[in-house]
């Protein structure tokens, strides 16, 4: 049997892994859903829902559930990586002792490598090496209505173009459509930068600053985006497309959001551990200020809206101290 005629393996059974799984099943294929959690996996394969999750949304028939690491990769196509960006790299190295040559790696997660501020590209070639075909799947994405067959549109890059179409036909469906891109830097960029951006236009809103305060934010957000993504090598288009402009938008707007959630609440004057324990999932956004403030200070980058959102989040500033500093901020032409 040929690799593509394999199910394909989501690892991760959070909301975006079981909300890829589903899509991946949406015309019948078969996909795997792994989770290290035996209990959960059990619980999934019993009420056929990942009721924790994604609550009423039923798991199609063609998708196995698996908490057994080994036989879900020895068993699978190619591999979707769906962990939180901390746990990216461990994840890889335990998938390795059973990844066969052919098969080829993607990931849906956003966010920096903690630590050491990768890009997460860059920790799959450090454990595989540079020649295996690899993709990130990014875009404006929330895993409630993907899962519920919500109209979608995602970018998926590749460093290989055979692989960047059959991901591209393998999630399509009536009402989910993927783009293809070779811009693996820009989409990663783009898909981890704007939770940090989300966070600022959550504090804005929970401030009660209003709509034009939360334009100009997403607007000058863009612009920190694009330095970031021209120093670390991204195509300017890439941010101007769905991972980056369109990823933005949407996170910074809608309270599906847990980036913009958790600025809410810091603007409304919560702490940020009583407003992480309500929110109760990974904010990608707070580990991704600090690698992103940390970047920005190593490549000469000016991103004052970001570096706000750290001073926030690790160096206990006050939101409406953040906003008068931005402000204050010397006048200068609007430019990029």
Known sequence: MEAKEK?????????WGTAIAISLTRGGKPAILWGRDGEQIAKLETERCNNRYLPGIPLP????????????????????????????????????PFLHPEQR?????????????????????????????????????FAKEVANGLPTAVTVASNDHSFAEYLANRLHTA???????????????????KNVLAIAAGIADGLSFGANARTALITRGLAEIMRLGDALGGHRETFMGLAGLGDLVLTCTDNQSRNRRLGLGLGKGES????????????????????????????GVDMPISHEVYRILYEGERPREAVHALLSREQKPESI
């Open 175 to 193: 009402t989910f459509r993927v783009y293809t891109s070779e811009d693996i830097v820009g989409v990663e960029v783009g898909g981890a930068v």
């Open 272 to 299: 940020l551990e009583d407003v992480l324990a309500a929110i109760d999932q990974v904010v990608e956004g707070v580990q991704t200020a600090r690698e992103v403030n940390e970047l920005a200070v190593s490549l």
């Open 61 to 96: 028939e063609a998708l196995t559930l698996s908490s057994d690491l080994q036989h879900t990769i020895t068993g699978a196509g190619d591999i979707i990586v769906v962990v939180p960006s901390h746990a990216f790299r461990a994840m890889l190295k335990s998938v390795a």
């Open 105 to 141: 790696i993607a990931w849906a997660t956003k966010g920096f490598e903690s630590g050491t501020g990768k890009l997460l590209h860059e920790v799959v070639q450090d454990i595989f090496g540079g020649k295996k075909p690899i993709a990130v799947i990014s875009g404006p994405t």
């Open 7 to 15: 199910p394909v393996a989501v690892l991760g059974a959070g909301s």
